[in-house]
């Protein structure tokens, strides 16, 4: 994301309807708060874009903890019209194949809500396992989530960066 696109990422982070009915928990998001979450939380946002550049999601990876120790979780988000269209299952697959290409990691991990099976699929067709649940977990009306995670050794090798046209 590069700082022109700052608008655009507290429109969509503050839209009900970006998050859709599994999320329901868009809070206001000023642009200072939002320079100062992506600087200090470690949030790194990536836009997804259509051929013509037309931005219509975003996917992100950013630092989570857990038993204190430091672990690398992604998220990501598509505008209502463009989902079910195979760009949040690409950009996913991009992520994982560029964080693993670029860092030493040997786990990334993503949650979703049971009930969304569109977020389900993008993440095992990436490779990702379902490892369980976490109860009460998502903000707003609490409610559970899946739990998933590829780690390193599952990956092997990337499945878009080395395709060719």
Request: charged share 25%.
């Amino acid at each position: 994301m590069e700082k022109e696109d700052l608008s655009l990422f507290v429109e969509w982070w503050s839209d009900l309807a970006f998050w859709g009915e599994y999320l329901p928990f868009p809070e206001q998001l000023s642009k200072a708060n939002a320079e100062k979450m992506l600087a200090t939380l470690g949030f790194n946002v990536f836009f997804v874009q259509k051929k013509d550049g037309e931005k219509i999601g975003n996917v992100t990876f950013y630092n989570s903890f857990i038993g204190g120790n430091r672990l690398l979780e992604i998220g990501y988000g598509i505008i209502s019209s463009e989902r079910g269209k195979g760009y949040c299952s690409e950009a996913t697959q991009l992520m994982v194949d560029y964080l693993f290409l670029s860092m030493d990691i040997s786990r990334i991990m993503a949650s979703t809500s049971i009930k969304n099976k569109g977020s389900q699929r993008v993440l095992e067709k990436a490779g990702f396992t379902r490892e369980g649940t976490i109860r009460n977990s998502a903000r707003g009306t609490w409610r559970d989530c899946y739990l998933y995670s590829i780690l390193r050794e599952e990956w092997k090798e990337p499945k878009i960066l080395t395709r060719t046209a």
